[in-house]
């Protein structure tokens, strides 16, 4: 059975959560073979990070977000409303506070910003970067 906000729900809210756009590591054919295997190392350090911090829910919602399914989408899948994808992916705000509390977005942007190994490989990333901008000129 469809209810009356199925029609509008998935223009409100939707949003993906993918690992490698969170910060801008996608892949162009032109650069160094170094600089993909540091994305991969981030990326790859990336995904314990997401079975380390994220719950068991979180994780399947993040999976299927990952995969392209719509919060709408997932909501079925899991036999749960959107509001309730919603507040897995963006968190919850307490009635009366300005802070979210949990969400996936929340939790892993912590957790890759914070973790040291992530930290360390983000440097040699963006020094590489510098180097091979200035190879081709663009500094």
């Known amino acids: 059975m469809t209810s009356r906000s199925d029609s509008y729900q998935h223009l409100y809210a939707e949003k ?20 993909k295997e540091i994305k991969d ?8 990070l997401v079975d380390e911090k994220l719950t068991d829910n979180q994780k399947q919602i993040f999976n299927l977000t990952s995969q392209g399914y719509t919060q ?4 079925k899948k899991l036999n749960r409303c959107q ?41 040699e990333y963006f020094e590489l970067i510098s180097e091979w901008e200035e190879i081709i000129g663009i500094k």
């Open 16 to 35: 993906s959560v993918d690992i490698t756009s969170m910060y801008s590591l996608s892949y162009s054919p032109e650069e160094p073979e170094e600089i």
């Open 41 to 48: 190392k981030i990326v790859e350090r990336m995904r314990v």
């Open 72 to 75: 709408a989408e997932i909501a």
């Open 83 to 123: 509001a309730s994808i919603t507040k897995a992916i963006n968190g919850n705000v307490a009635v009366g506070f300005k802070n979210k509390h949990g969400g996936i977005v929340k939790k892993l942007k912590f957790a890759f910003l914070n973790d040291p190994e992530i930290k360390e490989l983000r440097k």
